[in-house]
């Protein structure tokens, strides 16, 4: 049986192709008037081929104890079969598997831009072995270790670290960045990304699921499978619905002895639209987010966000670039080369990104720090030639300086301009330098924020740990709200929780690197960037075109979202209302009920297909 | 314990999903059920001291459904 249903199901465009035909044939042969037998046994035929199919179905389901829509139509065409309007047993069944396939044609094309992504996955890689042969492989089946050949023109297949060769990789399914970056020994290259030119063998870190566009994936796959609560309540409410039909197709039946009446009651009760309607608009909308790098966690994320009335940025990596450049050093003390050079040897061991810009300075002569340790939220502690550093913000400086007037002089100047500051002092006095960083703000940041707010985000909030006087400068030139400087990690996701615990929707924006906890508190957690296997995991909303315009995108297309969805549950009531409005006037039959039915369907699927070639205005 | 995902074919209507969520409740040692209507996917936990994912498979048959792949992980 189980074979039957398989192969019912697999040709299921060509019974109702042929199921037409007979339909066509049974009109004919009753317009040639007197073969009333042949238009009988015609239609009977054609029920018994439509019934077929949806009666296995109907069955497997209540093997499961499951009241499906095809056992509300199987009973209905049998009881047609029983009362001999056969006719009617094979338009309903001819209409209920023309809807079907027609349902399948236009949901696989609202899946069509989340199908776009996931063919992008590389499928199998080029293994080098021990001695040096290749061979294809599936990348499901690769371990951590494993080297493997990229040639020219083709996509990296794993997650690595470049052994050998040098190339140019287009990472823009990544990084959303459609430029070119160099690959050179020692550096990373991830699934997904292109080789434009060159060679190389990569070492496999991750391969398949485990790496970052594998993730990428599996994120968009989730998501557009994901369940608002309203829909969580129709799913529900539809379990106890369908048999709810039921019961009232047999009252009505005993009540009225209307046989038709009651299998008709079945026909119209199926809940086809309200059941499909919010599905193909969560696919519609996350699968459009998806193919401009906007990645929605679920349906729920977009109905928060579109709530949404304050949004608190980290500013750094979010409003700002996220990469600082050393702009002025002020010497007050000690040589210009040798404090350079000792800054970068302490600074090579931080990731801080303002750490990071020291050390990318020039060296002359390569030191090494030791007993290096960090100050939480102050800076860093290290010795280099048995001489102790401080290297940080005044507040780590200050036991070692104290209250010097050229100090404050240079920070005060710098913050005016707008740069963050790491000071370097020495424990016996001899050295002492300011280095002003500055960090570019992201090209037209002042205008998304204002279109931002255009569009119902009521309060801009910047939080940093960078010092006071220089983010209220950065923040001058935008339309930010609130500024709090100087704030740990801790501080922000207290700030978070504080701002929701008053009534209000926070999301909160960053980079994803040491925000974790107050993306963690956010009602929206939002990660610029995909960088980082921590932002993907914490963020419900992750932008992987590391701009504001995507974070404006982003609003406007859970709006949009969400408003398609409630179009198509309206919908799919009053056409539920409309059915038995007309069934109690006796407008409505058995066939022309599913008719409108089917096509509810398909006006919920068509509408959803409008959020596909959506384009929110920037 | 090993989560398993099986690549499904013959998913039409949106009612195979409540059927086949049962389906594999339905066997021992599954658990954290999720068909994925969009992905045309099944996302399980399973204990292989229970059950085998071949088990599951045959329940899947079945009903009707086609299991095109099958991946395993440990956890």
Not at chain 1, 46 to 68: D, E, K
Not at chain 1, 180 to 205: M, R
Not at chain 1, 524 to 539: E, K, L, N, R
Request: hydrophobic content about 50%; overall charge negative.
């Amino acid at each position: 049986m189980v074979k039957i249903q398989q192969f019912l199901t697999k040709h299921r465009q060509g019974l109702v192709i042929l199921m037409t035909i007979l339909l066509v044939l049974a009109e004919a042969a009753r317009w040639l008037g007197q073969m009333s037998l042949a238009y009988q046994v015609i239609m009977a035929l054609t029920g018994v081929i439509g019934l077929l199919p949806i009666l296995l179905t109907a069955i497997s389901a209540l093997r499961v104890r499951l009241v499906s829509i095809d056992v509300l139509v199987s009973i209905a065409v049998i009881g047609a079969f029983v009362i001999g309007e056969y006719n009617e047993a094979a338009i309903v069944t001819w209409l209920f598997m023309l809807g079907e396939v027609l349902e399948d044609l236009t949901l696989k094309k609202t899946r069509s831009a989340v199908k776009q992504l996931t063919d992008l996955a590389p499928q199998t890689a080029l293994v080098v072995d021990a001695d040096g042969n290749t061979h294809q492989e599936d990348v499901d089946f690769l371990d951590p270790g494993a080297h493997v050949l990229i040639k020219t023109g083709a996509q990296v297949p794993v997650d690595g670290t470049v052994l050998t060769g040098d190339a140019l990789a287009n990472e823009a399914s990544i990084t959303g960045e459609a430029r070119l970056v160099k690959k050179e020994v020692g550096d990373s290259v991830y699934a997904g990304t292109i080789l434009e030119n060159g060679t190389l063998t990569v070492e496999t870190t991750a391969a398949g699921d485990d790496t970052t566009f594998g993730k990428i994936i599996e994120l968009v796959e989730e998501a557009q499978d994901s369940q608002t609560k309203t829909q969580r309540f129709i799913d529900r409410f539809a379990q106890y619905y369908t048999p709810f039909v039921l019961l009232v197709a047999v009252v009505v039946g005993l009540l009225t002895r209307d046989f038709r009446l009651a299998i008709t009651v079945m026909v119209l009760g199926c809940p086809g639209a309200l059941v499909i309607g919010v599905p193909a608009s969560t696919v519609a909308g996350i699968g459009n987010g998806a193919r401009r790098g906007i990645l929605f966690k679920g349906s729920d994320v977009m109905d928060r966000l579109r709530q949404v009335d304050t949004i608190a940025f980290d500013k750094t990596g979010t409003l700002t670039r996220g990469k600082p450049t050393v702009q002025t050093l002020v010497v007050l003390k000690g040589d210009r080369q040798a404090i350079i050079d000792r800054a970068v040897a302490i600074e090579g061991q931080s990731d801080h990104p303002l750490a990071r810009s020291i050390a990318a300075l020039p060296t002359q002569q390569p030191l090494t720090a030791t007993k290096v340790e960090t100050v939480k939220g102050q800076g860093i502690r290290a010795e280099v030639d048995g001489q102790e550093y401080l290297l940080g913000n005044r507040a780590l400086v200050n036991a070692v300086v104290g209250d010097d007037a050229a100090l404050t002089r240079a920070v005060a100047q710098l913050v005016a301009a707008g740069d963050s500051l790491v000071i370097l002092a020495s424990a016996d006095h001899q050295e002492l330098a300011v280095f002003g960083i500055k960090d570019q703000l992201r090209p037209q940041a002042a205008v998304a924020l204002h279109q931002l707010k255009q569009l119902g985000v009521k309060r801009l909030v910047m939080l940093t740990g960078d010092n006071t006087g220089t983010a209220k400068e950065i923040a001058a030139t935008l339309p930010i709200d609130e500024v709090h400087a100087e704030m740990l990690p801790q501080d922000k996701a207290r700030f978070v929780a504080d701002e929701r615990e008053g009534g209000h929707r926070v999301a909160f924006v960053g980079d994803g690197i040491n925000d974790s906890p107050a993306l963690a508190a956010a009602d929206v957690a939002i990660a610029m960037g995909s960088g980082t296997d921590v932002a993907m995991d914490v963020a419900d909303l992750v932008l992987v075109k590391s701009t504001l315009a995507s974070l404006l995108t982003a609003r406007r297309l859970a709006r949009r979202t969400i408003t398609n969805m409630n179009e198509n549950i309206v919908i799919a009531l009053l056409t539920v209302l409309l059915l038995f409005i007309g069934l109690f006037a006796g407008y409505v039959e058995m066939a022309s009920g599913m008719l409108i039915h089917e096509l509810s369907i398909l006006i919920v699927i068509l509408n959803s297909m409008r959020l596909i070639k959506y384009s929110p205005q920037n | 314990m090993e989560k398993v995902m099986m690549k499904l074919g013959g998913l039409t209507c949106p009612s195979c999903l409540a059927k086949i969520q049962k389906g594999v409740e339905a066997v021992d040692g599954t658990a954290d059920v999720k068909v994925l209507f969009n992905a045309g996917k099944v996302k399980f936990t399973l204990d292989p001291a229970v059950s085998s994912p071949e088990t599951v498979q045959e329940g899947i048959e079945k009903m009707g459904y086609t299991v095109q792949g099958t991946k395993m992980k440990e956890v």
